[in-house]
């Protein structure tokens, strides 16, 4: 299967959709509206849940705030439905926006609960709030109009809804195809991950949470213009988790999925409401919702991946063509051999009252290879984290290429030209190798959320493609740059680390205990692989716990013992040192 | 507002905190050993709630119905996976845990009902009969995913409380239910007046906390829990089964949860589906006791309950809008409060 497949599919569903008003009744038309109102918010829940892995119970309320929105505009005000439309897409994005800033700086199950604190505070809202109807709702809301054409029937607002739910798969898919949508691809794999490429992981949040606000949005314009008539049942906690559910089974993570997940659970509960009165006469109001909870905790035990991937693993996989050269993204300026690149000055980590780091000083000059080196325990994890703004110091100062990181969040340490590799691989296992390479180059590139989304990237997605291929073969595995990095053993995984950060055009490298874990044969490829790149001029930072694999390598090693240095020096004078003999082996024999 | 009214306001949001507390307890408790946030239980009050004015009404209950299916249920899955893991000689001992210990509960609540028994029988008949559900529930829904993430186990969570909402309508009927009081005591204290059953829901708050204090500080399963709660893989190698600590969790939380329907049932009407707002406003106690301090998950109920009593004085429409809006701040300073930790172990 090639691209043009692809897109074939793409046009023959695009086709059927348009055509199926032909041969479809007025009441599966209907459906079939709702399943598309359904999806607008099942793939903003799969672009926020799926892609961003922020679980949101609150969505059914963004529905609302636009529905009534609308509603307040056009029935009780007598303006048209387009201003509704500004009006309800705008102040939910308003709403979302302001939630998304309150709240998405919570941590897991912490942010999940938000959604449904203000998803029924919002719910609440509706039925309580004077001039909108109460319980009784919102009547008479007139149609949308084109021109003088009023879309009354349910065969002419289809084709609205329809090419709405095209328009924003189209673009969605564009989007997670480009450089904001990667970053919110890199979400599941935790802030430090995502901070660490140079993303600022709060504002990729924010942005996905308030494009799934906004698809919320349109699906309540056309609910609300569509049924006539709102009440507060439909945007209840019970549909913010409904929809939640469709995005589930769909397959959490495909946009596809939230539509096929909106189908089958709108179609499976009309079917539910068919058959469940011959089974139990008089309670099939109550059997429905048990019912259908039952199926989606069955799901959730049995099939947590959805319905899409399920089906995506049988179909052929897509045939790419490798990367074609591209003009280079720009460099940043290298600093000069032999120059001081980074200083630490007297720096010191407590937690608590165990100091873990204890007025450690060093300095990196520009073009060498230095190990920070040391027994279990030895503050070295710490001091590493210090250095890339994982942690901060309690006291000390970090200069980085002349200017003082001690303070600055990771993202800035990363874009001031520091790339690090982690200790226990942080890859994206679902992406291609040549996806987290372009990760890399986050930081060095600029297409933003509209450039995404309308495909006015392309050159620069060329060059970041190209540069990404350029790491992968400069590391040595570029033959088989589409393969999932999931796949790779460790010792590659680690390898493809290194791509990623060397796709940043870092000034400095620092690697986290590149050596862990590496079989005999790896780590000699690895340590192969980092002399090429001194001979680069690039400058290599180590934390290694390995001494044999440091030895070999490195220009100058820094002791830590107890979180202090022990000393520092050339390989050869360190190894005859007596203090990191006793360090590391309890006393001369 | 003077302070007459406050004063009644203040007690008022008392009585309701310390109901809201009892479930707020069970919550952190199943929450630490279990790590499911437990939504449901608040409609495990409502149900007891409801138990008990049928029995009242001299009607057996639809508790019984929903105990044996649900018996029934958890029996086959466990027969499942016995066959599946070769493990045929524990059957016996599922068989009586999973069935017959929940019909014998059942046949000897339907028993008593026909003596016609007096009130504190009809009591613990009603809490007989829900202790139950919880570790029934436990077994069919969460065991089998006891591993997955938090927020798959929340997710889930949530849509048991729905099943649960539409098994009580069919079960109980969409009537509201009162139950008559239980004293019908009062006594005057700096001219307010307080009335016997706001009294009892207190001193019941206290006795069971107290009693739960006393279980996890000085019996042997009181430690085996509170180890499981600390670190699940350490306290297996010790021998304890998490999974036997999570049914033990399930029961002591299902029947903190039934006293508080029993004490909440002659203040407020209970419907079939009252029991989501008791469940979450409980659980905005139990987060302020950041889910894992019983005497803070205890503080912050009554904090609750007091803000929605003066919340309700103010706008009694707005109130539930008031308290989940206030649950955002609450949760902005704990993700504070344990972000550094957080970080800590993700390194």
């Not at chain 1, 590149?514 to 290599?540: F, M, N, W």
Request: hydrophobic share 55%.
């Amino acid at each position: 299967m090639t691209r043009l497949h692809v897109q074939l599919a793409a046009v023959a569903a695009v086709v059927c959709l348009a055509l199926a008003p032909l041969v479809l009744s007025p009441f599966s038309i209907t459906l079939m509206n709702y399943i598309g109102i359904y999806s607008l918010v099942a793939i903003g829940l799969a672009l926020l849940t799926g892609v961003g892995g922020i679980v949101s119970f609150g969505q059914a309320a963004f529905v609302g705030v636009a529905a009534y929105a609308t509603a307040w505009v056009s029935a009780l005000n007598g303006y048209s439905p387009w201003l509704g439309l500004v009006f309800g897409v705008a102040l939910t994005c308003c709403v979302a926006g302001i939630l998304g800033v309150v709240t998405l700086r919570l941590q897991g199950h912490f942010l999940s609960l938000s959604t449904v604190a203000w998803g029924l505070a919002i719910g609440f809202l509706f039925g309580n709030v004077d001039g909108l109807g109460r319980f009784n709702g919102i009547s008479s809301i007139p149609p949308i109009s084109v021109g003088s054409f009023a879309l009354v029937s349910s065969v002419h607002i289809y084709f609205l809804i329809w090419g709405i739910v095209a328009v924003v798969l189209f673009l969605g898919y564009n989007l997670l195809d480009s450089r904001l949508g990667r970053a919110m691809r890199a979400l599941r794999g935790g802030n430090i991950l995502v901070e660490s490429l140079g993303i600022n992981a709060f504002r990729i949040k924010l942005v996905t949470f308030v494009i799934a606000a906004f698809l919320a949005s349109l699906s309540g314009w056309l609910y609300a213009h569509m049924s006539r008539f709102i009440s507060p049942g439909p945007f209840d906690a019970g549909m913010g988790i409904e929809y939640l559910m469709m995005s589930m089974v769909g397959g959490a993570g495909s946009l596809l999925g939230g539509v096929v997940g909106a189908a089958i659970v709108t179609l499976l509960k009309n079917s539910v409401q068919d058959y469940l009165p011959l089974i139990a006469k008089g309670a099939s109001g109550q059997l429905e919702i048990v019912a259908f909870s039952a199926l989606f905790i069955l799901f959730l035990q049995w099939a947590r991946q959805g319905i899409v991937p399920f089906v995506a693993r049988y179909l052929p996989k897509i045939k790419r063509e490798r990367p074609p050269a591209a003009p280079p993204l720009p460099r940043r300026p290298q600093p000069t051999p032999g120059e001081l690149l980074l200083k630490v000055d007297g720096a010191e980590r407590r937690f608590g009252g165990l100091v873990a780091v204890n007025n450690v000083s060093f300095e990196v000059r520009s073009g060498e290879i230095l190990a920070v080196i040391g027994p279990n325990g030895a503050g070295k994890s710490t001091m590493f984290n210090c250095l890339t703004g994982a942690l901060r110091v309690n006291k000390g100062e970090i200069v980085f290429a002349g200017r003082p990181i001690t303070r600055d969040p990771q993202s800035r340490i990363a874009k001031a030209g520091v790339a690090r590799t982690f200790q226990h691989v942080k890859l994206r296992p679902r992406m291609s190798l040549l996806e987290n390479v372009m990760l890399g180059t986050y930081a060095r590139t600029r297409a933003g959320l509209f450039a995404g989304a309308f495909r006015l990237n392309r050159r620069e997605e060329a060059s970041i493609r190209h540069e990404a291929l350029m790491q992968l073969e400069r590391v040595g595995l570029g033959d088989k740059p589409f393969e999932l990095a999931g796949n790779l053993p460790l010792g590659n995984q680690r390898i493809l680390e290194i791509a990623r950060a060397l796709a940043a055009d870092p000034a400095l490298l620092v690697l986290d205990e590149p050596a862990a874990g590496l079989r005999r044969q790896e780590k000699l490829r690895l340590a192969e692989l980092l002399r090429s790149l001194r001979s680069d001029h690039l400058t290599i930072l180590i934390v290694e716990h390995d001494m044999e694999f440091v030895m070999s390598l490195v220009d100058r090693i820094v002791v830590l013992d107890f979180g202090s240095k022990l000393c520092e020096g050339a390989p050869a004078a360190i190894r005859s040192d007596e203090r990191v003999q006793e360090a590391y082996l309890g006393g001369v024999a | 507002m003077t302070s007459d009214i406050a004063a009644i306001l203040a007690i008022d949001g008392i009585a309701t905190g310390a109901v809201y507390a009892l479930v707020a307890i069970g919550t952190v408790l199943i929450f630490t050993v279990t790590r499911v946030i437990f939504i449901p239980f608040g409609d495990i009050a409502a149900f007891t709630a409801l138990t008990l004015a049928a029995l009242d009404a001299k009607r057996f209950p639809g508790t019984g119905a929903l105990v044996v299916i649900l018996a029934c249920l958890a029996t086959l899955i466990e027969i499942i996976s016995l066959v599946r893991t070769g493990e045929l000689r524990l059957l016996p001992r599922a068989l009586f845990f999973y069935l017959v210990l929940p019909l014998a509960v059942v046949g000897i609540a339907w028993l008593t009902m026909r003596a016609d028994p007096p009130l504190a029988v009809r009591l613990v008949l009603a809490l007989m009969l829900i202790t139950p559900i919880a570790p029934l529930l436990d077994r069919i829904v969460f065991r089998p995913i006891a591993d997955g993430t938090v927020l798959l186990l929340l997710t889930v969570s949530v849509a048991l409380h729905f099943a649960l909402v539409g098994l009580g309508l069919l079960f109980f009927g969409p009537e509201g239910v009162r139950t008559e009081p239980l004293t019908s005591f009062s006594t005057e204290f700096a001219g307010v007046l307080i009335s016997g059953q706001t009294m009892l829901i207190v001193i019941a708050a206290l006795v069971f906390s107290g009693l739960l204090y006393l279980f996890f500080d000085f019996t042997l399963v009181g430690k085996s829990l509170r180890a499981t709660a600390v670190n699940r893989t350490g306290s297996r190698l010790m021998g304890i089964r998490p999974a036997r600590a999570g049914t033990i969790a399930y029961l002591l939380g299902s029947l903190m949860a039934g006293v508080s329907g029993i004490l909440i049932a002659p203040v407020n009407t209970v419907f079939y589906d009252s029991g989501f707002l008791i469940g979450l406003k409980a659980f905005v106690g139990a987060i302020v006791g950041g889910m894992t301090s019983y005497p803070g998950a205890a503080i912050g109920a009554v904090g609750v309950g007091i803000l929605e009593s003066f919340a309700s004085f103010q706008s009694s429409a707005l109130k539930d809008v008031i308290v989940f809006s206030l649950l955002i701040p609450i949760l902005i300073w704990r993700s504070l409060a344990s972000l550094h930790s957080e970080e800590e172990i993700e390194e």
